[in-house]
């Protein structure tokens, strides 16, 4: 997409000029563009928990609260919706977070990994063992990585926590570590659903949600928590990909580069 602007510069009586000018404004109208769905989806997302929040409550309110059987359904209805805008509140606000921070602002520190998981195993616990879901951290207690400490926890956070809802009951999820001279990588792997081939690339995609998991209701979600781990994992350099196979599992790899002192 082009766009042009004329400049007309007259010199003498017998000149004139004329500039043209060609802007390249591709990239500018593709992310403008971004951000309206974003914005669009987004609004559209957080309307529908409200409209069921606002809708159970005036009917309770309208005298269906007299019937206790009525009353327990529809608070419980309201309760889950609450539940839902407030994950898809965090979401939308962490995605902005990531937008308006530049890459120099990162934290980088020195981080025990093996300390990382074994943390975020401790707090996905309760979620774990209502599944009977077992994790195995394979990752050495030696390991120590250069990182951005919140954005990497926030990464490992999402996709263990993916790992335990898109798994089976009595499920494994297995965390290990992998390095080479250029690169280390942080591997989550379970014994879950599995992604078919053609959802792959766009289970990244802001609000994206495999049909399955979205018409079952059975999982929860926003659809954001893979696109805010894509968006971390770039903004410091890695890469992300998944391999996955329908009724096995699922193993997502993100990778960073070894920054050497120059
Ligand atoms: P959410 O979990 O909130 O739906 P995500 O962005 O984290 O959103 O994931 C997008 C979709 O990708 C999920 O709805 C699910 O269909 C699929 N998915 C993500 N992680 C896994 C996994 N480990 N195994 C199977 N499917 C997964």
Do not use: C
Not at 191 to 208: D, K, L, M, P, V
């Amino acid at each position: 997409r082009v766009e042009v602007s004329v400049v007309y510069t007259s010199t003498t009586e017998d000149f004139f000029q004329i500039l043209v000018l060609l802007y390249d404004v591709t990239e500018i109208y593709a992310v403008e563009k971004m951000q309206m769905d974003f914005i669009s989806n987004a609004s559209h997302e957080l309307k529908t928990p409200v409209t069921a929040i606002a809708g159970f409550a005036e009917t309770l309110l309208g005298g269906a609260k007299d019937d206790p059987a009525t009353l327990d359904e529809f608070l419980g209805i309201i309760q889950r919706e609450s539940k839902r805008l407030t994950e898809l509140i965090q979401d939308v606000l962490a995605i902005s977070r990531i937008e308006s921070q530049s890459l120099s602002e990162q934290q980088v520190t020195t981080i025990k990994l093996a300390e990382m998981v074994t943390e975020q195993t401790r707090v996905l616990q309760q979620i774990a063992s209502m599944k009977r879901v077992t994790f195995s951290n394979l990752v050495s207690d030696d390991v120590k990585v250069s990182a951005d400490e919140k954005k990497l926890d926030e990464i490992i956070k999402n996709l263990m926590s993916n790992a335990i809802k898109y798994n089976h009951e009595g499920g494994q999820v297995k965390i290990s570590y992998q390095a080479n001279n250029e690169d280390w990588s942080i591997m989550v792997q379970d014994t879950g659903i599995g992604i078919a081939q053609n959802e792959q690339a766009r289970i990244f995609e802001r609000f994206y949600r495999v049909d399955s998991s979205r018409t079952q209701q059975v999982v929860s979600g926003t659809g954001l928590g893979l696109a805010i781990v894509a968006e971390l994992v770039q903004s410091m350099g890695g890469q992300i990909s998944v391999h996955s196979q329908r009724g096995v599992g699922s193993t997502f790899t993100v990778t960073f580069p070894i920054k050497t002192q120059k």
